[in-house]
């Protein structure tokens, strides 16, 4: 990953995100992930998020945007955020080592069809990599929003969102940005198409 040194300006400091939105290869990857959640929602099924520090911030941000609301009024969907619950990672950390947080509740959750998805901005998340490893092995549908190459936790994924190279904060902001638009085309899908109000 790219160190970023010395002191900088309003302009430079923007121009580190000058045109990362407008990459046309994020409208097929967005749209991809959107009919994943979206066909699993319609069967009954669930989504998973998980990430680390920052990561974690936003895998617990878009699972509250589905779970409770994003844009428009309708029921609420089963999605979570496997950071959460502190005495479950804590015991799994304990017993089991730090790499296997998100892999051991993705056993414990994931059933066949549901959408595990893993945010890491180096795409080389131990923890992350084994979270979509295991949910392969249970059936359901992988994503990882990853950066700079997308690292190991690209090659355990159906579907990726491939951010830039670059720093976390960089990283982060367009899997934010690409998110929030995936939550908004799935709740437009579920309400538009299939009445879900």
């Known amino acids: 990953m790219n160190d970023v040194q010395g002191k900088r ?9 000058h045109g990362l ?6 409208r097929a990857q967005v749209e991809a992930i959107a009919d994943a959640i979206v066909t699993a929602l319609r069967a009954g099924k669930k989504v998973l998020w998980c990430g680390n520090g920052g990561s974690a911030a936003e895998a617990q941000h878009m699972a509250a945007e589905l779970s409770g609301r994003f844009l428009r009024e309708r029921p609420g969907l089963h999605s979570e955020a496997l950071s959460v619950n502190s005495s479950t990672l804590t ?14 509740q993705v056993e414990a959750f994931a059933h066949a069809g549901d959408v ?4 890491t901005t180096s795409g080389s998340s131990r ?10 092995k249970r059936g359901a549908v992988t994503v990882a929003f990853t950066g700079n190459g997308g690292g190991k936790v690209a090659d355990n ?23 929030h638009i995936v939550c908004d085309l799935v709740e437009q899908r579920l309400i ?3 009445g879900l109000a």
């Open 91 to 104: 015991c799994i950390g304990n017993d089991y080592g730090y790499d296997r947080v998100f892999s051991r």
């Open 21 to 26: 939105l407008d990459a046309p290869h994020y």
């Open 192 to 194: 538009f198409e299939d």
């Open 157 to 179: 994924a159906d579907l990726v969102l491939l951010g830039p190279d670059g720093y976390a904060a960089i990283v982060q902001e367009v899997h934010q940005v690409m998110a």
């Open 9 to 17: 300006g309003f302009e430079e400091l923007l121009a580190d995100r």
């Open 127 to 136: 923890n992350v990599v084994l979270a979509l490893e295991a949910a392969r």
């Open 116 to 119: 595990v998805i893993g945010m």
